[in-house]
């Protein structure tokens, strides 16, 4: 857990965190300025996936990804488990009559960091600290939809069981990475 609290927090990490805590905003009913607290929380959700799905598309054909393709694989099966969330919380907005924003504003990851960086180590550390943020924003989520709205609870609980296997994986690929501790 240190370890992971220690991830060096660059973009996409600094922009995870915010994205939970402007939900957890939302959540007080600080932020969600007249909008359907429903939609802000979604959206929130929304835009944590299209980070995860850049990041890890982008690792899967990063030069540690290449070089190692069974961990190319890896990243590449859960670019693909982020994109059907990406969708599934998209149509929900639809459902629930919002406009999903697929160009989130404010955001500071930018595709070109993740090319240049060789420690494999340090990207995963992120990544698990960044799957076990995207956790807790979905256990609130969870505790928010269940007394009013059981089906946009149980879509967040089959996405939070996969987001919980990220995180397993990502362990797992740390420990290989950084000696077979953990
Ligand atoms: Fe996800
Ligand atoms: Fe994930």
Not at 3 to 31: C, K, T, W
Not at 52 to 59: A, E, F, L, Q, S
Request: net charge negative; charged share 25%.
């Amino acid at each position: 857990m240190d370890q992971v609290e220690s991830a060096a927090p660059n973009a996409f990490l600094r922009d995870v965190r915010a994205i939970s805590a402007r939900m957890h905003g939302a959540l007080l009913d600080e932020e969600s300025e007249g909008a359907d607290p429903a939609l802000v929380l979604l959206q929130s959700a929304l835009t944590a996936e299209i980070l995860c799905v850049w990041r890890y598309t982008m690792m899967s054909v990063s030069l540690a990804g290449l070089k190692q393709p069974r961990i190319g694989a890896e990243f590449q099966e859960q670019a693909n488990d982020e994109r059907r969330h990406m969708v599934a919380i998209a149509q929900r907005i639809r459902e629930l009559g919002g406009t999903p924003d697929f160009s989130p504003h404010g955001l500071e990851t930018r595709f070109g960091e993740f090319g240049t960086r060789a420690d494999l180590a340090g990207l995963v550390e992120q990544n698990l600290a960044a799957e076990r943020e995207v956790i807790g924003l979905y256990r609130r989520m969870i505790d928010h939809f269940e007394p009013h709205d059981p089906v946009t609870a149980l879509m967040l609980t089959n996405i939070l069981e996969e987001e919980s296997e990220h995180a397993t994986d990502m362990q797992d690929l740390l420990s290989i990475e950084t000696g077979g501790h953990g």
